[in-house]
């Protein structure tokens, strides 16, 4: 699958970052995520409806979520493209549902770790929306122009990494210092 990005179909770009207070030597961002359970998942936005874990046809991992952003159902299929303890590359042709009809917008999710200090991790979620040619055929449709489907995609895209950044950090934090997921927050 190869990425869409460009300034032409660029819908939204949001990083945010958050503190793990665990050495990097013990953060594994890739088991974090390709294990993940579905009631950590939810837990972790109150945007979150659910995820799971699955595999591409060649054995590639993917994690499946479904999620709302602003006004969107998305159903996504991020394909690891790249699965290491500091770094994940998450692609995905997902699935957006809203009133109006049902339409495909690809997604880029990274997540990556980085040492701060000897005890401490810095954790940053960057997730980038691309219109598809499916999108473009839907904003045609509805009268709508890529600026405005962008503007409001970019303000409900990065409200949501807002709330759940800190929230899969402490996420991870947990996990890297007790290897479970379920302690409280």
């Not at 359970?37 to 994690?63: K, L």
């Not at 159902?73 to 699965?83: D, F, R």
């Not at 509805?142 to 800190?166: C, F, G, I, K, Y």
């Amino acid at each position: 699958m190869e990425i869409l990005q460009t300034p032409e179909n660029a819908l939204s770009h949001t990083t945010v970052t958050a503190i793990i207070n665990a050495p990097i030597e013990k953060v594994n961002i890739a088991d974090w995520l390709l294990n993940l359970p579905d009631a950590e998942y939810q837990r972790c936005s109150t945007q979150h409806i659910g995820a799971a874990i699955s595999t591409t046809y060649d054995g590639e991992p993917v994690s499946l979520n479904v999620e709302t952003i602003g006004d969107a159902l998305m159903v996504q299929h991020y394909v690891a493209v790249e699965h290491r303890p500091d770094c994940c590359r998450m692609l995905s042709i997902s699935d957006s549902i809203t009133k109006g009809g049902r339409t495909k917008v690809q997604v880029l999710w990274e997540l990556k770790a980085t040492k701060i200090d000897d005890n401490t991790t810095l954790y940053t979620n960057e997730i980038q929306a691309t219109a598809t040619p499916e999108m473009f055929e839907y904003l045609k449709e509805h009268n709508v122009n890529l600026a405005d489907a962008a503007a409001s995609r970019q303000a409900a895209s990065d409200a949501h990494n807002h709330e759940e950044t800190p929230n899969f950090a402490k996420s991870i934090e947990n996990k890297a210092l007790t290897g479970k997921y379920n302690q409280p927050f």
